[in-house]
């Protein structure tokens, strides 16, 4: 594709729904961006909570280095690795868990996939909040750092991996499957 049909579909993009391409980019410039994903599950807090520990059963294989993500695990302590372990003994560190308050915050340090290589580094709040007889799931990732292209280039592709991440947690919480539409 040239760099005119690229602009054009972007531009098309933008044009047909600003909302949502604003809404999730809460930031964005050469040294790091922040977007924001909010989702409400019609589940309790404290169930919403514990499920997102148990990240292996709503993340999406495909978002994994492992392409299982059985191979993934979040401790519920601080300190705790959200980690995945990879064949013949390795592993990768995701992120760490380094506040947490059980049914309303948690808070992660680290960078998800890619960004792993970068000089760059994130945290992501996990914000719960009761609303309409369920959760509402506030999500916001910050990363900052270098990268000569800019990190402004990766905030699209950042918030459209998490859109899909909590969207399967809210499937997989209220439709028993991460995968369902």
């Not at 098309?12 to 949502?20: D, E, G, N, R």
């Not at 993934?72 to 990879?86: A, H, I, R, W």
């Not at 309303?104 to 609303?131: D, E, F, H, N, Y």
Request: aromatic share 6%.
């Amino acid at each position: 594709m040239t760099i005119r049909r690229e602009m054009a579909v972007l531009a098309l993009a933008c044009a047909i729904a600003p909302q949502w391409l604003a809404a999730d980019i809460v930031d964005s410039s050469a040294t790091g961006f922040t977007v924001k994903e909010t989702v409400n599950i019609q589940a309790p807090p404290q169930d919403v909570y514990t499920r997102i520990f148990r990240v292996s059963d709503w993340w999406s294989s495909a978002h994994t280095f492992s392409q299982d993500a059985h191979n993934l695990s979040m401790e519920d302590k601080v300190g705790g690795c959200f980690c995945e372990k990879l064949p013949n003994g390795g592993a990768v560190k995701h992120m760490e868990v380094v506040n947490m308050s059980p049914s309303k915050t948690i808070v992660l340090r680290g960078t998800l996939g890619p960004l792993q290589t970068m000089a760059a580094t994130g945290s992501m709040q996990i914000q719960l909040t009761p609303a309409d007889g369920g959760t509402k799931v506030e999500v916001t990732y910050a990363v900052g750092g270098y990268l000569a292209a800019g990190l402004n280039t990766w905030a699209g592709p950042v918030d459209g991996v998490l859109k899909q991440q909590f969207t399967r947690l809210k499937n997989a919480i209220e439709k028993g499957d991460p995968a369902a539409k």
